[in-house]
């Protein structure tokens, strides 16, 4: 099994920063991908970007290119989500996602294990 723990959500002025974590434990080595995913209150979750574990191959979302960027720390087995010039609809609860697969993938139906969530709130 895989566990998944987000942080670092919270409430930021549009055109703000915020930095997402995601560590991973337990058979972590099963895992090559990892995924953002948001889910806004009435709508569906939706895939923010991916990466490789192995090789930093990333996917961003069109909406979040050149704003968002995906990171790993191998050794601290943690995905980074790197949120600058965050807007208002940008709010929505985000998730990390691992998947036992080398092949990026943007359909929540790939991903095996999930983390809880964290929220982040953009105000105007």
């Known amino acids: 099994q895989v566990q998944l723990v987000e942080s670092g959500g919270g409430l930021v002025q549009a055109g703000g920063s915020l930095r997402l974590s995601c560590a991973a434990s337990?058979?972590?080595?099963?895992?090559?991908?990892m995924g953002w995913f948001r889910e806004a209150p009435g709508k569906e979750r939706e895939v923010v970007g991916a990466?490789?574990?192995?090789?930093?191959?990333?996917y961003y979302a069109d909406f979040v290119k050149g704003r968002f960027t995906i990171s790993r720390d191998n050794a601290k087995n943690t995905v980074y989500l790197q949120m600058n010039s965050l807007k208002p609809e940008d709010t929505a609860i985000y998730y990390c996602a691992a998947r036992t697969s080398v092949i990026l993938s943007t359909n929540t139906r790939d991903y095996q294990y999930w983390g809880q969530g964290t929220q982040v709130t953009v105000s105007s």
């Open positions: 990466i490789r574990r192995s090789n930093s191959n990333t």
């Open positions: 337990g058979r972590t080595l099963w895992t090559d991908v």
